[in-house]
């Protein structure tokens, strides 16, 4: 027999490749939509695997555990709800105060979804040990972008201290996810809102009182 070309050789790789990429997508959807709903421990993998139609040998051959797929889940979600959140806040322009207004109304948005089921990051470090440094490191890998992000605004809007006011707003923000969790209303962003609202007024520097001021007072 003949040498096979490399055009022959190349088909079978290239279609497996494809159905791994197809796989992968399956499953990183089913676990993300799994994990959030009915939380990371008590999701198996035989329910990611039904709900993405795939073999359970599929998911270690490409994620190699269930502890990698939570992983990957958590880095992607997070990479989508940045775009998404960086997006919603600069979409239309306007000034940086502008800009910062615009995170409670985009959050209210997010919070009126089917599928809100709250921060994932907040909901994997709060039903595992406090201990697990993993998931505490993929969360504030997540969370420093999100405040530097945040902080530069400020910056740009002439804040004092841009660090402080991206923290102060980060607490408002994680606070309002965590109720609208709980209570089901998307309505608890306008209450953040509001709150957020009073951090943006910039603050008057007391003037410095005259030399022999209280003399003067006495003597009028």
């Known amino acids: 027999m003949g040498k096979p070309s490399s055009k022959t050789r190349s088909a079978p790789a290239h279609h497996e490749a494809s159905d791994d990429e197809s796989a992968r997508g399956r499953l990183l959807s089913a676990a993300t939509h799994l994990f959030c709903k009915n939380g990371i421990n008590a999701t198996g993998i035989d329910a990611i695997i039904n709900e993405a139609g795939t073999a359970k040998t599929t998911l270690y051959k490409l994620f190699g555990s269930k502890n990698n797929l939570v992983h990957v889940v958590l880095e992607t979600e997070g990479k989508q709800w940045r775009e998404w959140f960086i997006g919603a806040v600069e979409a239309g322009g306007g000034s940086p105060q502008e800009k910062l207004a615009r995170i409670f109304p985009a959050l209210k948005n997010w919070f009126r979804q089917e599928r809100f089921y709250g921060c994932p990051f907040i909901n994997a470090v709060g039903e595992h040990d406090k ?21 530069k605004l400020a910056g740009e809007m002439g804040a004092s ?45 007391k003037p410095k009182r005259a030399a022999g001021a209280d003399e003067q007072l006495l003597a009028v």
């Open 131 to 151: 201990d697990q440094k993993q998931l505490r490191a993929i969360a504030m890998r997540h969370k420093k972008v999100v405040l530097a992000y945040i902080e």
């Open 161 to 205: 201290e841009p660090a402080v006011l991206a923290h102060q707003l980060g607490l408002l923000m994680d606070g309002a996810i965590v109720a609208a969790m709980v209570t089901r209303d998307p309505a608890v962003a306008d209450t953040a809102g509001l709150a957020a609202g009073s951090l943006f007024v910039p603050k008057v520097k």
